[in-house]
Nanobody, 121 residues
Framework: QVTLVESGVGLVQSGDSLRLSCAASGRTFSIYAMGWFRQAPGKERDFVAAITCSGGRTLYADSVKDRFTVSRDNAKNTMYLQMNSLKPEDTAVYYC??????????????WGQGTQVTVSS
């Protein structure tokens, strides 16, 4: 069992940067593969980025590739999402997620409560 808490609520302007954090408590953080998802109003939750247990491999949605960077610090039980060149279409509630078993980049067992990111034009 792991509990995830996102932080980094932001109201920013187009072109700005913002870093989200996902702090994990519970079992050893390094055994979990992690991901970021987002859900815009009236839309389904979409995959944003993911990172393996060691941090050696990452995957990004095409819409954020080259703008967002996912990373983790296993010593601090924390995952990050650095978001640069933000656009109004990045406005959404952002969720972090954790998975211990399985190999899919897109399926997770544990979810945070979400944090709002709003990008104004």
């Amino acid at each position: 069992q792991v509990t995830l808490v996102e932080s980094g609520v932001g109201l920013v302007q187009s072109g700005d940067s913002l870093r989200l954090s996902c702090a994990a408590s519970g079992r050893t953080f390094s055994i979990y593969a992690m991901g970021w998802f987002r859900q815009a109003p009236g839309k389904e939750r979409d995959f944003v980025a993911a990172i393996t247990c060691s941090g050696g491999r990452t995957l990004y949605a095409d819409s954020v590739k080259d703008r967002f960077t996912v990373s983790r610090d296993n010593a601090k039980n924390t995952m990050y999402l650095q978001m640069n060149s933000l656009k109004p279409e990045d406005t959404a509630v952002y969720y972090c997620a954790a998975r211990r078993y399985g190999s899919s980049w897109f399926d997770y067992d544990y979810w945070g409560q979400g944090t709002q990111v709003t990008v104004s034009s």
